[in-house]
């Protein structure tokens, strides 16, 4: 299994990024897939989650109406388009095939004030 994070850069407050995450190795079709994130110093937390169809997504609170998760099971990807950053946002974003051990290696995420 092997999960390739990229799109991840240094950008304003109110800018937008899209992240993508490139699977290989597994049924990518066949799994829920999910973004994580760690901030600098802190726990890493759940940012979004996509079904195996792409039906249902799931978001947290502190990204809701700004971040769209969504995928391409063609092409093995899973994307998380960031709108209207914050600093707060500001973390290393990592891709996770739900529910095991499988993790990619993060990119990092910076939004200046």
């Known amino acids: 299994v092997h999960l390739v994070e990229s799109g991840g850069g240094l950008v304003q407050t109110g800018g937008s990024l899209r992240l993508s995450c490139a699977a290989s190795g597994f049924a990518f079709s066949s799994y829920t897939m999910s973004w994580y994130r760690q901030p600098p110093g802190q726990p890493r937390e759940l940012v979004a989650d996509i079904t195996s169809a792409g039906g249902n997504t799931n978001y947290a609170d502190s990204v809701k109406g700004r971040f769209t998760i969504s995928r391409d099971n063609a092409k093995n990807t899973v994307y998380l388009q960031m709108n209207s950053l914050k600093p707060d946002d500001t973390a290393v974003y990592y891709c996770?095939?739900?529910?095991?051990?499988?993790w990619g290696k993060g990119t990092l995420v910076t939004v200046s004030s």
């Open positions: 996770h095939r739900r529910l095991s051990i499988y």
